[in-house]
């Protein structure tokens, strides 16, 4: 399989905008809504501004239950086959599993996105074979448990040392194209979440890679803001105020629901600056 390199970013300068598509019953902020119509979401997605559509078939919401490897390819691979038809733009896999990484590649997707950052049997060796750049998340704990009374030490430490293991794991795989996601929501607290947007480059700088931030509609933005109850339709603020945060600190990418209101405000931000 041919390597693959990230096309520059849509707004001058960067970041680059990850549209978030999935297609599961049951996350927690879009569960089932593009079940249906997952290709013509995407490509508006793409219209609206987005660099890449991440494409994920198992949730990863606190308290979600795993998902058997051929339900979660059949749920992802038509949908990036079909995407994919359409459009040259990069795609990503958003999971855990070596199997389903594996047929996503196969149908036509570019990046492995894991938020268990290839530590599943067989992982690296499928990264390696598949030579695409890769997402290594940090997460304390798994999705049914992460939410369970996270604590660390010192948060920001801890998750650079995590993630400049993961790297080295991986480059001692011959894997070059490597990105770096902190994991905001992943078994964190809302100051785990603050200190860590806070340090977005601190976690650039001693990781050495880029940095991937998703903070679009999570829980923390409620814990804010008692009003934003409702992930889709109460957060949009929030999760803006956190992409652009994440920019001004270092971010390379941002993970978002709400493309075109994200990128408005990354290129008002990034007018400021010319």
Excluded: C
């Excluded at 390597?3 to 569960?31: E, H, Q």
């Excluded at 058997?68 to 999971?95: C, H, N, Q, Y």
């Excluded at 304390?140 to 794991?169: C, H, S, W």
Aim: glycine share 8%.
């Amino acid at each position: 399989m041919n390597s693959f390199t990230m096309p520059p970013a849509k707004i001058a300068g960067g970041p680059y905008v990850m549209g978030v598509l999935n297609v599961t019953p049951d996350s927690f902020s879009d569960g089932g809504l593009h079940e249906q119509a997952a290709a013509p979401h995407a490509l508006a997605m793409l219209e609206a501004g987005a660099d890449i559509i991440d494409i994920g078939g198992e949730s990863t919401r606190p308290g979600a239950a795993p998902v058997e490897d051929g339900e979660e390819i059949a749920r992802v691979v038509p949908v990036i086959a079909a995407l994919r038809a359409a459009t040259k733009a990069p795609i990503s896999i958003d999971t855990m599993k070596p199997s389903v990484a594996m047929a996503a590649l196969q149908a036509g997707a570019s990046v492995w996105n894991d938020v268990a950052a290839l530590q599943a049997p067989g992982a690296l060796e499928t990264a390696a074979a598949l030579r695409r750049p890769v997402i290594l998340m940090h997460m304390q704990g798994e999705p049914r448990t992460m939410q369970n009374e996270p604590r660390y030490q010192d948060v920001v430490a801890e998750v650079i040392a995590f993630l400049k293991q993961r790297v080295a794991a991986a480059e001692a795989k011959g894997l070059e194209d490597i990105w770096v996601d902190p994991g905001l929501g992943f078994g964190k607290t809302l100051e785990h979440n603050l200190a860590l947007l806070n340090n977005t480059g601190r976690i650039a700088e001693e990781t050495g890679r880029p940095v991937v931030i998703g903070a679009s509609r999570k829980r923390f933005i409620a814990a804010i803001d008692e009003r934003a109850k409702d992930a889709g339709n109460d957060r949009l603020g929030g999760s803006v105020a956190a992409a652009l945060i994440a920019v001004q600190n270092g971010a390379a990418m941002v993970r978002v629901h709400d493309i075109a209101e994200t990128v408005q405000a990354l290129k008002v931000w990034r007018a400021t600056l010319a």
